[in-house]
């Protein structure tokens, strides 16, 4: 075991990848020699060749692009969007080409390729560099959609998703990357260092998709979430005196409605997170499909605490963000109905 | 009172015909004894200005060759070549007819471009993957899959071995290096520099092909391919079919007020060339050229087919509603079948009976292959594809919420 932030704990993965299969290529914006805006390349070129690991051309629908044509080849790219507010060039290739390539080959090529893509806000990025745009990805037939909370998530998922056969995309929280993040700015980032998911091993492993995380157990509530709202989750039911179970979903597509369905019936309460905008969320389908499935375990309407429906604003950052308060107040609203 | 300083107008460009008019192309200089010679093929990217910008051509319109691009074919070669085209000439016909007889939703026709298709199959290894559009179905022909399997797909029927996912015409055969078709234009460009990539980080002696019409062009995702090729020396051959028609759009709206879709190459630094697409020995002998070049890790070249769309872009249009009805009969540049065809004549290899002989020969072919590929359905008929197979290969393993929908469909 070894103690990793979460851009140490994916460069681990990729670095295991990387030494385990020679059809492991990493490419991307600045991931070659420099390592990466964010440094979760860093030292990778040096190590595995100027061919495993380059830089491109800035021109995302290229990177995937090129990648797909890999994948279809029989190679597995792992390919980096520097910002997923950058991603949308390459919209065309993940939804039309990449997802849909199975299926209309019927087999005969496939596209294992992964796309990381850093997501969210908190970094003072404003509109262009703070997006989640994880909705438009899930509404995809044929894409696999992951976003890890923590370390010890991020490199075995990442490593299941370089080992997948169909494409993934791979949501990484920015302001995860450095501590742990439980949406109040005004006191510093946890480091990993001193958190249990912080322990990695430096080996391979994996953590598959099918299964979210029950982070806490508790009777009284059930709070679903992903990414870096499940710290917001775990700060605010703390600061509400209740106890939650916290489900960090972990994978959106495929997703883990069983262990949702179980937590809500037994709880009769649920609040549902998620940092990008509201209208035609992920929370809309995971409401949808909770009010279906545990309608008469229902004790309280179903309520969404989210970004609200605006462009990140630069400067009113925490006014759009949904940090504690916002999510303690849902849980009141919740407990009290 | 201000005088205007600004004196653009905004121009759209328009064919020089349209329904009505009388099309008169003798403007356009078919250079009768003159081609652009043909360099070492490893030669400096921006050598190939001249065979970027003029028109290389080996078949003169009376069918004996001229200049230094002749491949010098045996006869035995040549006479394949056409019968491919051939071959293809009739199966388009039988299929659009069977179309419009409401026996499949759609077709789409290669009239007038059965060159490009056939010579690239030829001049290529079967292990070169091609990247196709919707209208190169002669490399099929030239690669030998049998016909009724590529019926069966256009009827989405019960031997479509797609599972009639696709419409018509989007082939995907994987064990011929024929890559799954995409319905979006230009997409396929990007991933077939990606292909080549691979092939050279392989270190396998395989190159990537792919093809575009000229209108998509304008897709980014042409100029993604052009970038990472020649950014990354990536073996692939990127060929334009300049059909002039991007379904009612004519070249000019793709091109503005360039005059070559080859010289776009020469901006990335690749080696370019424009070539007479209805000249079966002119297309063999460029993509030759460009296989050697892509082997001998000289990287990509771009390919202009300078060419004639004769048909309308599909069944679903009428190009008597947008040129004039009598335009593809004046295209001053020949049937690439008769072209090749009289070249033989000149040869002394072939004659009028031996060509109404091999018509005859396919045509018979081709019903034949019809008949077995209708008798396992057509899409007017009750299908006979499991339901089920719709939630299969979404993924590979499928997925809780893909069985419950299954099971939703009573499943």
């Known amino acids: ?337 | 009172m201000t005088s205007k300083q600004n004196r653009s107008k905004l121009f759209v460009p328009e064919p020089p015909y349209r329904p009505g008019d009388t099309p008169d192309f003798s403007h356009i200089k078919i250079p009768a004894e003159h081609s652009p010679s043909r360099p070492d093929p490893m030669i400096d990217a921006y050598g190939t200005q001249e065979q970027a910008t003029g028109l290389i051509r080996v078949l003169k319109l009376d069918g004996t060759p001229c200049g230094d691009w002749d491949p010098k074919l045996d006869a035995d070669t040549l006479r394949e070549g056409l019968r491919h085209m051939m071959l293809t000439r009739c199966v388009d016909e039988r299929m659009f007819s069977m179309q419009r007889q409401g026996k499949m939703s759609f077709y789409m026709k290669s009239t007038g471009e059965e060159a490009i298709a056939v010579a690239s199959a030829m001049a290529l290894r079967p292990t070169d993957m091609v990247f196709p559009t919707y209208r190169q179905q002669g490399i099929l022909m030239a690669r030998g899959w049998p016909l009724k399997e590529l019926m069966c797909q256009c009827l989405s029927n019960a031997g479509d071995k797609l599972e009639g996912r696709s419409i018509p015409v989007l082939y995907s055969v994987r064990e011929l290096g024929f890559f799954s078709i995409s319905g979006n234009l230009g997409t396929q460009m990007i991933q077939a520099a990606g292909w080549g990539m691979a092939c050279a980080y392989k270190g396998t002696d395989d190159i990537a092909v792919a093809f575009t019409g000229e209108g998509a062009t304008a897709e980014g995702d042409f100029y993604y391919a052009l970038n990472f090729a020649s950014t990354y020396r990536a073996p692939v051959i990127l060929n334009v079919v300049n059909n002039q028609w991007a379904i009612s759009s004519f070249q000019g709206i793709a091109a503005g007020q360039s005059k070559s879709f080859a010289a776009r190459g020469l901006a990335f630094g690749l080696a370019s060339l424009r070539v007479d697409g209805n000249d079966f020995l002119a297309v063999y002998a460029a993509i030759k050229w460009a296989t050697e070049r892509a082997r001998n890790g000289g990287g990509a070249t771009v390919i202009e087919h300078f060419t004639y769309r004769k048909e309308g872009h599909s069944t679903s249009d009428d190009p008597t509603k947008y040129r004039p009805k009598s335009e593809p009969d004046v295209w001053p540049f020949g049937d690439p079948i008769d072209r090749l065809a009289s070249h033989l004549v000149t040869l002394g290899e072939w004659d009028k009976e031996r060509h109404d002989a091999l018509h005859t020969e396919l045509t018979a072919q081709v019903r034949e292959s019809y008949k077995e590929a209708e008798a396992l359905g057509t899409l007017a008929s009750p299908s006979k594809i499991d339901p089920a197979s719709m939630f299969e290969e979404v993924f590979e393993d499928l997925p809780a919420h893909l069985r419950r929908q299954r099971q939703e469909m009573g499943i």
């Open chain 1, 1 to 337: 075991m070894a103690r990793m932030n979460m851009i140490e704990a994916i460069r681990s993965a990729l670095d295991v990848k990387l030494s385990q299969d020679p059809d492991v290529l990493i490419f991307g914006e600045d991931v070659g020699y420099f390592g990466g805006v964010f440094r979760c390349t860093a030292g990778l070129q040096e190590k595995h060749g100027l061919t495993r690991v380059f830089d491109t051309p800035i021109s995302e629908g290229g990177i995937i692009g090129a990648a797909v044509g890999m994948a279809a080849y029989g190679l597995r790219p792992v390919v980096e969007i520097q910002f997923s507010d950058y991603i949308y060039p390459g919209y065309d290739q993940i939804c039309s080409e990449a997802a849909r390539l199975r299926y209309r080959s019927a087999g005969q090529f496939t596209a294992p390729l992964t796309i990381r893509t850093p997501v969210g806000g908190g970094i003072h990025g404003g509109q262009t560099h703070s997006q989640s745009p994880e909705a438009l990805f899930t509404h995809i037939a044929g894409l696999k959609t992951i976003i890890p909370s923590n370390p010890y998530d991020a490199k075995g998922l990442l490593i299941k998703a370089i080992e997948d056969n169909d494409p993934v995309l791979f949501l990484e929280p920015k302001r995860l990357y450095n501590g742990l993040f439980d949406g109040d700015h005004n006191k510093p980032a946890v480091s990993w260092a001193g958190h249990e998911l912080g322990e990695v091993p430096e080996g391979h492993y994996t953590v598959n998709f099918e299964k979210a995380r029950l982070l806490e157990q508790g009777t009284d509530l059930t709070i679903i979430a992903y990414g870096t709202m499940v710290w917001v989750a775990q700060a605010a039911a703390k600061a509400a005196g209740i106890n939650a179970d916290i489900l960090d979903l972990r994978s959106l597509i495929p997703l883990d409605l069983e262990s949702i369905t179980k937590s809500v019936n037994k709880t009769g309460r649920c609040l549902v997170l998620h940092e990008a905008t509201r209208t035609s969320g992920f929370g809309a389908e995971l409401i949808a499909e909770i009010q279906q499935h545990c309608f008469y375990a229902l004790e309280a309407p179903i309520v969404r605490v989210t970004g609200w429906d605006t462009p990140y604003p630069h400067a009113l950052e925490w006014e759009y963000f949904p940090g504690i308060e916002r999510v303690q107040t849902a849980i009141q609203t919740i407990m009290e109905a």
